[in-house]
């Protein structure tokens, strides 16, 4: 117990930890009164009419794999039978909801009162909310390239050791991973006054699937900002040759949009369609994405 840091001697005696007491106490709600997980299925795309929730007051550990059991109960799944063996594939990849309800679990703000942990499934997507914004200095484009500081060593020394997570850092990236290899937009990453929300999208945009460095890529076109080559091949750490081609590779698979007056434009740059609803993703709806953004380019539109 003293060596996850669940104990610690006080006064002559082993007492629990904060994190101790958060995973396995059975006065924890005393102390913390939101440290468990709510979770809603609502009809449509708003918060208007809830048809099915829960309250999820399990320990830790156990919360968050009844939170992924709850999922599971509103999603659907097709079997894909090749050759000799049958697979099921979720609407959303289990992978994905369960990295960001750990995730989730591991890194909230239990200091905070008033909002718990919070899992809303819609039509067209999954929201994972948990208190507490992203630690003093780190940003969303730093975890996005596997960056991660703890808030809750032990919460995360012990999901580490059952096997919940990974490696640190390794959540974000896998979470993006398993949606673009099921044909799924990046998730996206926000922090909302003091809460961190991932937004899981359930629509099928594409049948391609893409390698780690395109994930990484990807990544940094989530904030629905644009950038030249040379900045992404700063960021990844490849070169600008390999970095124009896997750039022109993903906006040729539709994964990302090119803005520029034509192909020997030296103010080139690339946008994302990371997520339905964002300007590059509205703009290819309408079927005129790339007219769309070179007028922006035009007009002198800093990115």
Known sequence: MSTLRLTTEHQGRQTPTIGGLLLFGKDRFARFPDAWIRVGRFAGTNRVRLIDSAEIRSYLPRAAEEAVEFAKKHLTRESIVEGLRREDRWSVPLVAIREALMNAVVHADYAQQGAPIRMALFDDRIEIENPGLLPFGLTIEDILQGVSRLRNRVIGRVFHELHLIEQWGSGIQRMAAACLEAGLAVPRFEEICTHFRVTIFNSRVRPAQ??????RILGLF???????????AKRIGISQRATLTRL????????????????HD????????AAPGSLA???????????????????????
């Open 210 to 215: 893409a390698d780690e460095t395109d994930v």
């Open 222 to 232: 989530t904030d629905g900002e644009a950038r030249s080559t040379s900045i992404v």
């Open 248 to 263: 022109k590779a993903l906006t040729s698979r539709g994964l990302l949009v090119e803005i520029g007056t034509g192909p």
């Open 266 to 273: 030296p103010r080139r740059q690339y946008a994302g369609l």
């Open 281 to 303: 993703s509205d703009a290819a709806g309408s079927g005129n994405a790339a007219g769309r953004l070179k007028r922006r380019s035009k007009r002198g539109t800093r990115r």
